[in-house]
């Protein structure tokens, strides 16, 4: 009798602290937590002599002469946007243009190329003045913080060229994961790391001896990087995760995942409003995360060509942080967003 009645006892407490859970879960303050606002784009930019199938892709500012880079794979060509205007004003011939990255220190302007080739022109012209053959299909590239070296990702090759750049040419080639992507240099200028697509990991190279000293897993499917310049942080887009990943270059450690939109594929940083703008390849959209909040705010929906959500690239902002272009590689449109 004694058991019956501690069973009935023990079955009246189980039942009272489910009740009281129920109680506490459905009377939770929810206030705080809100889904992100959805603000629309402030401008829809045609790209004259492009049509729907060209592939625009990279995009990048140049803070000394006030404009945007979009480079058309298709085409063969770079069109300069000025930032003032909000308008293309020229056009740079670089065969099967593919990635882009500035170089302050030196003023020279790198273009990688499917002919396996990397480009190096004049910031102030826009003349190409060299070029050298690096892996197979080159993509996106990082310098270190003296202007001496350039490491440039080879998707094909699954290896990184390391550029001197006062001779201009590839000192070494550095076998990393399968398919890299992204690829981002820390802050105190030790170590790079290179996003391999396929592993779902990131690689992390020594500057200085040029091996491969480490590796960060799992990451999910990462595709561009990104290095704060003040802190020991790197982000990183995980396409088919969905999230933004922060790791921490001191121990090489995920340590934080954000929600974002479908398929994110490129990422650009607002520092001085701690803003980081995420593009979305499948669902045409730039999620905007408040990096202190730890949380998209905002979506900005994009419209497409043919009403088909897919295609949206890359991104950048212009030097104030208030407007943003971002490329859709599949219908020919550059998107100009004011924030």
């Not at 396409?239 to 933004?244: H, Q, R, V």
């Not at 060509?305 to 690239?313: I, R």
Request: charged letters at 20%; hydrophobic letters at 40%; zero cysteines.
């Amino acid at each position: 009798m004694k058991h019956i009645v501690t069973k009935i006892i023990l079955g009246l407490i189980l039942l009272l602290l489910i009740g009281l859970g129920y109680w506490s879960w459905s009377h939770k303050d929810t206030s705080s937590i809100s889904e992100p606002a959805i603000i629309e784009p402030n401008e829809l930019v045609d790209v004259q002599g492009v049509s729907a199938g060209d592939d625009l892709n990279d995009v990048i500012y140049v803070s000394s002469r006030n404009v945007f880079l979009i480079t058309s794979y298709d085409e063969g060509i770079i069109y300069t946007l000025s930032a003032e205007s909000r308008k293309i004003i020229g056009q740079i011939s670089v065969p099967s243009a593919n990635k882009l990255y500035v170089d302050k220190i030196n003023n020279y302007l790198y273009v990688t190329s499917s002919s396996d080739t990397l480009y190096k022109l004049s910031l102030d012209s826009f003349q190409v003045l060299g070029q050298i053959k690096v892996g197979s299909k080159p993509g996106n590239m990082v310098m270190t913080n003296d202007g001496s070296t350039l490491f440039v990702v080879n998707e094909i090759d699954n290896t990184v060229s390391v550029v001197n750049l006062y001779e201009f040419k590839v000192v070494s080639t550095i076998r990393v994961g399968n398919a890299p992507q992204g690829i981002a240099i820390d802050r105190n200028n030790d170590f790079v790391y290179v996003a391999n697509d396929v592993d779902g990991t990131l690689s992390v190279i020594g500057v200085d001896n040029r091996l491969v000293v480490g590796l960060v897993d799992p990451v999910g499917r990462p595709r561009e990087l990104l290095a704060e310049l003040d802190s020991d942080t790197l982000w990183l887009v995980d396409i088919y995760g969905d999230k933004l990943v922060k790791v921490d270059t001191t121990t090489n450690k995920v340590v934080k995942t954000i929600d974002v939109v479908q398929s994110p594929l490129d990422l650009t940083l607002d520092n001085a409003h701690r803003k980081m703008y995420v593009t979305g390849f499948t669902s045409n959209e730039v999620g905007v995360v408040d990096l202190d909040q730890g949380r998209m705010t905002q979506v900005v929906k994009l419209t497409s060509a043919f009403n088909v959500a897919e295609g949206l690239n890359n991104i950048a902002l212009d030097k104030t942080g208030k407007w943003a272009v971002a490329t859709n590689t599949n219908f020919g449109k550059v998107y100009v967003i004011g924030f």
